[in-house]
């Protein structure tokens, strides 16, 4: 009786007449391609950067951060500012520490916080990879849109980005 209560189900919902939640075929396919895209472009970058300067993605945007907090970062603004997953961050910092890349530290005035600073070799590392990250962006990305494009591209996925990123669970909102 299950069985037939499934297929009737089935054919229900595969019938002509679209579910209201169900996208338009032009929504389908351009969330497909966007999909598509979002996925390769990070790890054909992270596969370039491993091979070029043999430093993971993760660790990349890592430093990024780092470089632009100046003075260090408290590990859960690292966690939340990261494009990456926070999941197994401390064993990220954990393993850039041993690499010489980044140092942590407790300031004297709260001694519940743990800084993460870039260190002179995380600087110089970070330099050499944005080297080869921004070529990769060049080549993969945007050399294949016009100024145009890019601009109406970024001013769309504005749109998007301000609806998920307050919903996208451990990230910063604003």
Avoid at 85 to 90: D, E, M, P, R, V
Avoid at 94 to 113: I, S, T
Wanted: proline share 6%.
């Amino acid at each position: 009786m299950q069985t037939m209560q499934k297929k009737t189900l089935q054919n229900e919902l595969s019938d002509q007449q679209p579910s209201l939640s169900s996208p338009s075929p032009e929504a389908l396919a351009a969330w497909r391609v966007f999909f598509e895209c979002a996925l390769a472009l990070p790890d054909i970058l992270d596969a370039e950067l491993e091979d070029a300067v043999d430093l993971p993605f993760r660790w990349y945007d890592v430093l990024v951060h780092l470089e632009e907090a100046g003075e260090g970062a408290p590990m859960n603004e690292v966690a939340g500012r990261i494009l990456a997953s926070k999941s197994g961050l401390t064993r990220v910092i954990d393993r850039m520490e041993k690499a010489g890349l980044v140092r942590r530290e407790r300031p004297e005035d709260d001694r519940r916080v743990v800084l993460v600073l870039i260190t002179p070799e995380g600087l110089t590392t970070l330099q050499a990879a944005r080297r080869v990250h921004r070529d990769g962006i060049r080549r993969h990305f945007t050399e294949h849109l016009t100024a145009a494009e890019l601009k109406t591209l970024a001013t769309t996925l504005e749109k998007v980005r301000g609806h998920v990123r307050p919903l996208r669970p451990g990230r910063v909102s604003g």
